[in-house]
């Protein structure tokens, strides 16, 4: 049968791959980003003795929720950029870190203090998480959730073997981080019948084949397992998310998008009887086929629609926001 696909979301230039292989996959020295941990840990201990207790009011549970994923996005990015050798990529990220922050006689420095306090503990925790994250991962989570943002070029992309899905067990979940091709959903059903205390799927892509992602959704629903967004899921990684029974997104909320299908490069007409197996796929996930099917057709395969996260919610994408709609409430 002929493989459908919709692209994996790759952003980059013609001439500035930077290509991944074997022991090649090793990465530049650490000692910038650790040296920036040091730093920031500082700040963040300095900055949060000098608010006075008055100002302690500020990190009451209204507050604290609000600033609960302040900066992670671009924590991890600088991070990663730091650790894959883009450092220029990610300077304008590296100068908020570093920042003095308020002077004496602003207005509000109290205020300004404890939110920059929490800014620089949110650094500290996602740069351990990113020295921790392993290394063949962190090329695919740059290219998924940080090229194309916070100002950092397509040239900045890494592409290469170290793009396939890598799937990792960590407690009771199966995490999925990369690019779904051929063969995966025996890799999926290898990876699940080998670790039968998984309980949840942890998800982040850029795409790839429509019906691997199919049948790898159609095994977790069989199995009653959950999905989460791991980071951004792009294409057909979303009909792998639909698998869930409780498909949840946590902050700081992950982007899912949609496009059409392709086939050899050439985008696959709105006619076409792929789009009534996808959605009778949607159907059977309990979502919203109508909804899918005009996300997918509103961008080219080359192209990306990202629908606002609370349309994800009423049309059964998802069935949690954390923060934002009660369990239930989708």
């Known amino acids: 049968m002929a493989q459908f696909r919709l692209m994996p979301l790759v952003l980059v230039s013609a001439a500035a791959h930077v290509f991944l292989s074997g022991s090649a996959i090793a990465q530049p020295p650490a000692r910038d980003?650790?040296?920036?941990?040091?730093?920031?840990?500082t700040r963040a201990a300095h900055l949060s003795g000098l608010y006075s207790e008055a100002s302690r009011e500020l990190d009451e549970p209204d507050r604290g929720n609000s600033l609960a994923n302040y900066g992670v996005k671009e924590h991890r990015c600088t991070a990663l950029g730091l650790l894959l050798g883009w450092a220029?990529?990610?300077?304008?990220?590296?100068e908020i870190v570093t920042d003095d922050?308020?002077?004496?006689?602003?207005?509000?420095?109290?205020?300004?203090?404890?939110?920059?306090?929490?800014?620089?503990?949110?650094?500290?925790?996602?740069?351990?998480?990113?020295?921790?994250?392993?290394?063949?991962?962190?090329?695919i989570s740059w290219n998924l959730d940080c090229v194309g943002s916070f100002g950092i070029p397509a040239a900045a992309a890494v592409r290469g073997p170290a793009t396939r899905a890598k799937l990792r067990v960590e407690g009771n979940a199966l995490i999925v981080l990369g690019d779904i091709e051929d063969g995966f959903a025996e890799e999926f059903?290898?990876?699940?019948?080998?670790?039968?205390?998984?309980?949840v799927v942890a998800i982040s892509s850029g795409?790839?084949?429509?019906?691997?992602?199919?049948r790898a959704g159609q095994m977790i629903r069989a199995l009653k397992l959950n999905t989460e967004l791991y980071g951004n899921c792009f294409s057909a990684c979303v009909f792998l998310f639909m698998g869930g029974v409780e498909r949840?997104?946590?902050?700081?909320?992950?982007?899912?998008?949609?496009?059409?299908?392709?086939l050899a490069d050439d985008r696959v007409s709105?006619?076409?009887?792929?789009?009534?197996?996808?959605?009778?796929?949607?159907?059977?996930m309990g979502v919203n086929r109508r909804f899918v099917l005009a996300a997918m057709f509103a961008a080219k395969?080359?192209?990306?629609?990202?629908?606002?996260?609370?349309?994800?919610?009423?049309?059964?994408?998802?069935?949690?926001?954390?923060?934002?709609?009660?369990?239930?409430?989708?």
């Open 33 to 41: 980003l650790e040296r920036l941990l040091e730093e920031a840990i």
């Open 88 to 94: 220029p990529a990610v300077s304008a990220l590296n």
């Open 101 to 139: 922050g308020p002077t004496a006689d602003d207005p509000v420095r109290d205020e300004l203090m404890s939110s920059r306090a929490i800014y620089l503990s949110h650094f500290v925790l996602n740069a351990r998480f990113t020295l921790n994250q392993p290394a063949d991962e962190r090329a």
């Open 189 to 199: 059903a290898r990876a699940i019948a080998a670790n039968p205390k998984i309980e």
């Open 207 to 214: 795409g790839g084949g429509v019906l691997e992602a199919m």
């Open 248 to 262: 949840l997104v946590w902050r700081p909320y992950p982007d899912l998008g949609f496009h059409q299908v392709s």
């Open 270 to 284: 709105p006619g076409d009887k792929i789009y009534d197996v996808i959605g009778d796929y949607a159907d059977a």
């Open 301 to 330: 395969p080359e192209d990306m629609f990202s629908s606002d996260i609370f349309e994800l919610c009423d049309n059964q994408v998802v069935t949690f926001i954390q923060g934002l709609r009660a369990p239930g409430q989708c």
